[in-house]
């Protein structure tokens, strides 16, 4: 057994497909419109669904906006070096809602960002990279 995907209502296909393909380095893999149910399914990942957890974007023609609720908490990615990819989520219009930096009471390095319908999405540090500030540009994945 493992765990194939999590699925996330969104209010605009659109701009969700553009932050976590543009700006996370997601790829689209695939999509699909149901008309008699009036939604569209878009799966993105980092890799293909055979070996991979993806996300299923659902977008239900016509809902606009979405209540997130007190129970979701975050959906997180590993990356090799988060101050690099915090830089280039910025750079290609993301939102960084915390800055890298140490967990607290514990000392991994994590980092939080903002999808279009303010899901969270926190990065944490694989490497041990994490104790060195870098400006280079490199990809999230």
């Known amino acids: 057994m493992r ?10 296909l659109d701009a969700s497909l553009a932050f976590y393909c543009d700006v996370l ?23 293909d669904e055979s070996d991979n957890t993806v996300l299923e974007l659902t977008y239900n023609w016509g809902v606009s906006e979405y ?24 750079t ?17 390095v994590i ?3 903002e999808d279009p319908d303010h899901y969270k999405v926190e990065l944490i540090q694989l490497s041990s990279k994490a104790s060195v500030t870098t400006t280079t540009s490199t990809s999230v994945s």
């Not at 380095?25 to 890799?47: E, I, Q, S």
């Not at 070096?81 to 910025?90: H, T």
């Open 92 to 108: 290609r219009g993301g939102t960084v809602t915390r800055e890298p930096g140490p967990m607290k009471h514990g000392s991994t």
């Open 67 to 90: 209540a997130l609720g007190d129970a979701y908490g975050h959906i997180a990615i590993g990356v090799d070096d988060i101050y690099s990819a915090c830089n280039d989520i910025k």
């Open 25 to 47: 380095g997601m790829k689209l893999l695939r999509r699909k419109d149901y008309p008699n149910g009036k939604f569209t399914l878009a799966f993105v990942g980092y890799g």
């Open 111 to 113: 980092a939080f960002v």
């Open 3 to 12: 765990i194939l995907h999590t699925m996330l209502r969104v209010a605009d």
